[in-house]
Nanobody, 119 residues
């Protein structure tokens, strides 16, 4: 059974930092592209960041570039999202995602964790 278990998140003031983590089990983690998505109230879920299976390739939505850093530790089956200089518009439920587009294909989601940026 595949599980993506998220931790971190919470309430932070504007300009603050938070770290999200996601630990996977039941899949070959080193073969997965890992993503972070977020969904704000009343909005569609949007992709935030991605990291390739080996960890060398990363990409970000423009609104978080220079503020968020995605990383992974394949030995620990963990992907992290370090968020700095947080803004109120970063408030959302954040989801980690494990995806493989080649056989065997899969697309798994974490349970979501709330991030609230407010003074």
């Amino acid at each position: 059974q595949v599980q993506l278990v998220q931790s971190g998140g919470g309430l932070v003031q504007p300009g603050g930092s938070l770290r999200l983590s996601c630990t996977a089990s039941g899949l070959t983690f080193a073969s997965a592209t890992m993503n972070w998505y977020r969904q704000a109230p009343g909005k569609e879920r949007e992709w935030v960041a991605a990291i390739g299976s080996a960890g060398g390739d990363t990409d970000y939505i423009d609104s978080v570039k220079g503020r968020f850093t995605i990383s992974r530790d394949n030995a620990k089956n963990t992907v992290n999202l370090q968020m700095s200089s947080l803004k109120p518009e970063d408030t959302a439920v954040y989801y980690c995602n494990a995806r493989r587009v080649y056989w065997p294909q899969y697309n798994y989601w974490g349970q979501g964790t709330q991030v609230t940026v407010s003074s």
